[in-house]
């Protein structure tokens, strides 16, 4: 690995990036926070006569759900690949759209409810988009927001922040989403919400076990595509980090599968 490549920025905030992932996020992130917008959208009180906002709905694991209650979902993302994948779910019930979360080109009070899963916390301006959320959902009204309770997010992210803070206890994480770190504590993410325009926060926590499939050794190797998220480490340090990863998984492992808990949190409010 190049060392320069170590300082590169993540590109969250690119909706290009987005549009490249969309199959593999699809078959490998879409299954593991599915569970997560499912426990989301059961504590919405939303049914066939509601009309619900999916914010940042990647490929649609809410929107589907709440698209399951016979609700009218509009899923929107920045992404035109991530809403290319949505329209062509094809149901009925869920309009898929591209916008910014941060500045909803959508009119006020238009929804009874409003998710974002693992959506805004990524979001430059992520107060804009949990305003933006209040704004377009009616007084009374309710929303669904999940974040990461760990700043280093969860799955494979968390599992290579967890290895490289044991080796290196000194090396700076740098967080390259404000939100992630700011929203990963629960009395942080109640007062978010409420400076949002939203009342009444009830904040859940659920865990979820990431399975990554360890059977074929390049699939291991392709973790290592995720090292430059972390910078400052050395050639030395990275190979080290490598070799730890890949003795943990041996160890740890489960035939094919090895499990990385993950921890959400999950806020629930009502729009004042
Ligand atoms: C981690 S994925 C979450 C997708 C989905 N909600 C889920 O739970 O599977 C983040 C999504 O946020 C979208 N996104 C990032 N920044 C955005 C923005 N400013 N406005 C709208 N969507 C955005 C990305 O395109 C991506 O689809």
Known sequence: MQSNEQAKPLPYNDPAHWDKMVA?????????????????????PIGASSKVIDVATGTGAAALAAARTGAAVTAIDFSAGMVARVRAHARPNIEARQMDGQALDLPDAAFDAAVSIFGVM?????????????????????????VWKSADGAAVHLLLAQIIRRL???????????GLAELADPTRLATAVIA????????T????????????PADIDKLFEFMPHWSGLDAGQSAAVARALRSEIEQRRTGDSFAIPS???IATAQRT
């Open 24 to 44: 593999a996020y699809e078959a490998q992130s879409q299954p593991f926070t599915t569970l997560f917008a499912n426990a989301a959208v059961a504590r919405l």
């Open 122 to 146: 990524l979001f430059p301006d992520w107060r804009a988009g949990l305003r933006e959320m209040a704004r377009v959902t009616r007084s009374g009204g309710s929303a669904a927001i999940a």
């Open 168 to 178: 290196y206890p000194d090396h700076v994480t740098p967080m390259p989403c404000t």
């Open 196 to 203: 949002a325009g939203f009342a009444d926060p009830v904040v």
């Open 205 to 216: 926590e659920i865990t979820h076990d990431f399975t990554l499939k360890v059977a074929n």
């Open 263 to 265: 921890t959400a949190l």
